[in-house]
């Protein structure tokens, strides 16, 4: 198995959407014979009028020379025959649809197709990749490796391992990862949604239960977020603009049945459940928390926000992060790398704890729990034993 990054000298993409073709086109930039395969031969032919397009924008904005953006089209394949275009790689990403079962099927077929030392990543926002691991025989060479959209723009990448992942594979993973010029940072357990989006979820969780129960608006809990925090969206209008309603919604049963360690056991607020029975999915519906029609923004008063306490927003992201912590899936560092690199938050949750401090989180958490009647959500939302040992104690996460 390659658990050397010097080993590494071809790298093949399963998938020629948005992130297969990203993913690729950032590789071959760095310097490795890079080949995406697909099914589609159309998906193919978008995929490198896309890449050549943005390699374009890199010479233009980001100082990339043209003799560097041909070198790397130069080492970029496409085809179509799956096996040829993982035959002799070193690393393989699947980038398929984000579908379990679709996922297993690749990885089934990746196993015979790929020579028996590469290694095999799935690019996943939160699938379970332990079942993935185990569809193969030799579960040891399957990680997770989560970009973030797009590929080509952002800087950071989860390497996720399950049970079964040797360090020396983590660390490859992630040395790859450095040599794209990305940040990567490490899941230590296969937990569900990971880090950055383990973070989103309470982000826009708890402000829909405040609104659902009548206690906020919706601008004024934006608004608070947006100007007073420095947050690039609100809870809201970021669900809006990623599809969050109907992503929730569609995968609730999904994370309820979900094994793994950290599996959530409580339902998706009401509030969801009624825009989506109303196809109010987002902006790409036309209507999501906001109306839309032709406007691409919501609107949101600069002073909306004035005198909301924005710790009830804070302070489930907090506990959400110290739970990481508590329970070894990552470091504090990594945490809030995720989420100033993976969100653009001002800062990350566990440096917000250090600058408020733990004994105030926990009394506004306390607070927060005792506003839900559902035993689960007050249980979920109940500060962890890590962060009330640090509330006693006056110790900081840095």
Known sequence: MVVNI??????AVVGAGQMGRGIGAVAALAGYETTITDIDESQLEEAAERIEWSY??????DGATEAETNAALDRLTFTTEFDDAVGDADFVTEAAVEQQAVKQDIFADLEAATPEEAILATNTSGLNITELAETTDDPERVIGTH????????????????????????????SLVESFGKTPIRCKVDVPSFIVNRLMRPYGEEPAWMVYRGEHSLTEIDSAMKYE???????????????????????????????RPMSYDTEVCPLLHQLYEKGRYGRKADAGYYEYDERDEPRIPVDAGQGFDTLLVWAPVVNEA?????????????????????????MGPLEKADEVGADVVVRKLTEVASRHEDTNKLAETLPCDLLVQKAKTGETFY
């Open 6 to 11: 010097d080993d590494i000298e071809t790298v």
């Open 56 to 61: 374009e924008k890199r010479v233009e904005k």
């Open 147 to 174: 970009w973030f959209n797009p590929p080509m723009l952002m800087e950071l990448v989860e390497v996720i391992m399950t049970e079964h992942t040797p360090d020396g594979v983590a660390d490859t993973a992630e």
């Open 229 to 259: 925090e420095g947050f690039p969206m609100g809870p809201f209008e970021l669900a809006d603009f990623t599809g969050g309603i109907q992503l929730r919604v569609e995968g609730e049963q999904d994370h309820l049945v979900d094994d």
């Open 322 to 346: 110290a739970k990481m912590v508590e329970n070894d899936v990552a470091s504090v560092d990594d945490i809030d790398t995720g989420a100033r690199l993976g969100g653009n938050w001002p």
